[in-house]
């Protein structure tokens, strides 16, 4: 079964840095594209970014390109969300996810067959 755990969240203020990790276990990952998702209170959950296990190859929304990476480490099974220049807007309860096939592109909720529990990230002064 797949496990997603997600950690490294926290409080930082605006114009700060936070990475966030996502240890994936219960299966070998090389089929698999895991994305994050973020949800900000009162709002739907969206899309952030999604990168291909075995490829590298990497999709940002809008809203965070140039200002977040999304990179995963092969060996230990772990993605993760570096974020830069963080802004209030940002704050959000942050998920990973992931789903079988090499496709990356901007992914909707249903698309997603696993999810982390979240972890929170709060940017504010």
């Known amino acids: 079964q797949v496990q997603l755990v997600e950690s490294g969240g926290g409080l930082v203020q605006p114009g700060g840095s936070l990475r966030l990790s996502c240890a994936a276990s219960?299966?070998?990952?090389?089929?698999?594209?895991m994305a994050w998702f973020r949800q900000a209170p009162g709002k739907e959950r969206e899309f952030v970014a999604a990168?291909?296990?075995?490829?590298?190859?990497?999709y940002y929304s809008e809203s965070v390109k140039g200002r977040f990476a999304i990179s995963r480490d092969y060996i230990k099974d772990t993605a993760y969300l570096q974020m830069n220049s963080l802004k209030p807007e940002d704050t959000a309860v942050y998920y990973c996810?992931?789903?079988?096939?090499?496709?990356?592109?901007?992914?909707?909720?249903?698309?997603?067959?696993?999810w982390g529990k979240g972890t929170l990230v709060t940017v504010s002064s």
């Open positions: 990168i291909a296990w075995r490829s590298s190859n990497t």
């Open positions: 219960g299966r070998t990952f090389n089929s698999y594209t």
């Open positions: 996810a992931a789903r079988s096939g090499y496709y990356v592109g901007k992914y909707a909720v249903d698309d997603m067959n696993h």
